[in-house]
Nanobody, 121 residues
Framework: QVQLVESGGGSVQTGGSLKLSCTAS????????MAWYRQAPGKERELVSD???????TNLDSVKGRFTISQDNAKNTIYLQMDNLKSGDTAVYYC???????????????WGQGTQVTVSS
């Protein structure tokens, strides 16, 4: 099994920055995709950004130009640099990893416990 641990959350004023990290451990086998999701109170969990093993990324439209996902494969870690934070970014941020055994055609989804990001005006 894969274990994911997030860190870097906290409270920040509007316009501030935070950098989240997520480190994977355990029986990773093959990392196919890693992602950041978030869930605000009363809302469904949504995909914020993801990164594939080839380095290609996607971003939620509302965070484009402000958030940047990156990875360090040697450390089994992904990051989410969040700049110019807005009150709408307040949420619990979850790391997710899609991992396969021999290939990425059949994957398992693993979740971290989440880290709180609070943006105040």
């Amino acid at each position: 099994q894969v274990q994911l641990v997030e860190s870097g959350g906290g409270s920040v004023q509007t316009g501030g920055s935070l950098k989240l990290s997520c480190t994977a451990s355990g029986r990773i086998f093959r990392s196919c995709r890693m992602a950041w999701y978030r869930q605000a109170p009363g809302k469904e969990r949504e995909l914020v950004s993801d990164i594939n093993s080839d380095g290609t990324t996607t971003n939620l439209d509302s965070v484009k130009g402000r958030f940047t996902i990156s990875q360090d494969n040697a450390k089994n870690t992904i990051y989410l640099q969040m700049d110019n934070l807005k009150s709408g970014d307040t949420a619990v941020y979850y790391c997710a990893a899609d991992a396969g055994r021999a290939n990425c055609f059949s994957r398992n989804r693993y979740w971290g416990q989440g880290t709180q990001v609070t943006v105040s005006s």
